[in-house]
């Protein structure tokens, strides 16, 4: 039988089957809450201050009291990457504005923290990042405050299931006839030596790998252009690709059934990954 992994539940380390929220918590209740996903690489977790400086933004715009410092947070994470011996993988922090009765004003409790670990052995070796991956393009159909990042995750959740159903690997949203971001991932295509992304903004969130990504890009002498794409774009670029916390840097080779470029992972996204993956475990902690 496996070992039960610990989570973090509001100041205590128990066995998950013992984790335990009340059903009157207003991330339960009324998604409530704001989360971050920290990757970890050979054990130590990259892009930490990047999280945590996210997560004070996120709390701020919600008006939520922060449950925890960032030096405390950064003990409650090492802790949970080492007692459930994580090599490659992730830790999951929420935060949701606390329990009490079921009201639309915001009520005076202390906030809920939560925190669990997920292993993900082929962060560095996925088979995805080797061959590329499919999207399709949907509309975006999410609130207006995307910068936020919030525990409302049914439309990108609704994303992902269109994509399979489609036989694609995941979907690019569009508004106003322009990508705006992947489901749980920022988008990006190559054209010659000129990397173009969507400009920070209350429609996209800021990425942290986004954040680290383009200026790896300027630093390799890319040119990098914030500003909205076409899918039509998209179609008729050199190299396509998504970042995020979880995925670093991964090819898009095929947008609505069309391939993009030579059909497979281009040298330019293949590279800023490599960048990414080699900066990232020196900067680890």
């Known amino acids: 039988m496996s070992m039960s992994r610990i989570v973090y539940v509001n100041g205590a380390y128990v066995p998950e089957e013992e984790a335990k929220v009340s059903v009157f918590d207003r991330g339960f209740l009324m998604a409530d809450a704001v989360y971050e996903v920290t990757s970890v690489l050979d054990g130590k977790l990259i892009d930490f201050e990047g999280h945590t400086a996210r997560l004070r933004r996120s709390l701020s715009e919600l008006e939520m009291p922060s449950p925890a410092t960032d030096e405390e947070l950064l003990a409650i994470h090492r802790e949970l990457v080492a007692r459930n011996g994580i090599h490659d993988g992730l830790v999951y922090l929420q935060v949701s504005r606390g329990a009490a009765d079921r009201d639309f004003a915001y009520p005076d409790v202390p906030p809920t923290l939560v925190l669990f670990t997920q292993e993900k ?118 190299e396509a690709f998504i970042t995020s916390a979880t995925t670093f840097v991964t090819p898009v080779v095929k947008i609505d059934g069309q391939g993009i470029g030579a059909g497979r992972p281009g040298p330019i996204t293949q590279r800023l990954r490599e960048l990414y993956i080699e900066e990232g475990r020196k900067a680890a902690i």
């Open 121 to 238: 052995p082929q962060l560095v070796d996925s088979p995805l990042a080797a061959r590329g991956m499919s999207v399709i393009s949907i509309p975006d159909q999410r609130w207006k405050r995307r910068d936020i990042k919030t525990t409302q995750l049914l439309y990108p959740s609704m994303g992902k299931m269109m994509a399979k159903a489609a036989g694609a690997d995941d979907a690019w949203m569009v508004e106003e006839g322009v990508v705006t971001e992947g489901t749980s991932n920022n988008a990006y295509i190559v054209t010659g030596n000129t990397l173009v992304t969507r400009q920070l903004g209350p429609e996209i969130l800021s990425g942290i790998t986004r954040t680290a990504v383009l200026r790896l890009a300027q630093e390799a002498q890319l040119r990098v252009e914030e500003r909205p794409f076409t899918i039509e774009e998209a179609q008729s670029a050199d």
